[in-house]
């Protein structure tokens, strides 16, 4: 599979398991729905008041899990790279796209 192969999966598959922080035991994990991937990286939107977030600005090592709806396939990535947006024309392309968080948007770079 090349990076194409991988984000065409995620972005047929945009629910994942999120998982943040420290070492493996002690990371904190969750469901998220991914806003899309892409030769650049996997964008996700995430609300700065959001714990989940303030985790992230203090340790990025993030890993994701992405499957099929039946489980029959999946994709698991890892990265130490989470990368917070600042670009305000991407900030109101994720709005309008996804307004019910309008305050922070993150990227997952390969």
């Given at each position: 599979m090349d990076f194409k192969d991988y984000y065409d999966f995620c972005n047929e598959n945009k629910t994942c398991y999120f998982r943040h922080g420290g070492d493996r035991s002690g990371r904190e994990s969750g469901c998220l729905g991914m806003w899309f991937a892409d030769?650049?990286?996997?964008?996700?939107?995430?609300?700065s008041v959001k714990a989940m977030?303030?985790?992230?600005?203090?340790?990025?090592?993030?890993?994701?899990?992405?499957?099929?709806?039946?489980?029959?396939?999946?994709?698991?990535?890892?990265?130490?790279?989470?990368?917070?947006?600042?670009?305000?024309?991407?900030?109101?392309?994720?709005?309008?796209?996804?307004?019910?968080?309008?305050?922070?948007?993150?990227?997952e770079t390969e």
């Open positions: 030769e650049t990286g996997f964008y996700f939107q995430a609300q977030c303030k985790q992230m600005q203090q340790n990025q090592k993030v890993e994701v899990y992405f499957h099929t709806k039946d489980f029959q396939q999946g994709l698991c990535a890892s990265t130490e790279k989470v990368q917070f947006i600042e670009d305000l024309a991407l900030k109101a392309k994720c709005i309008q796209e996804r307004p019910f968080g309008k305050t922070s948007v993150l990227t």
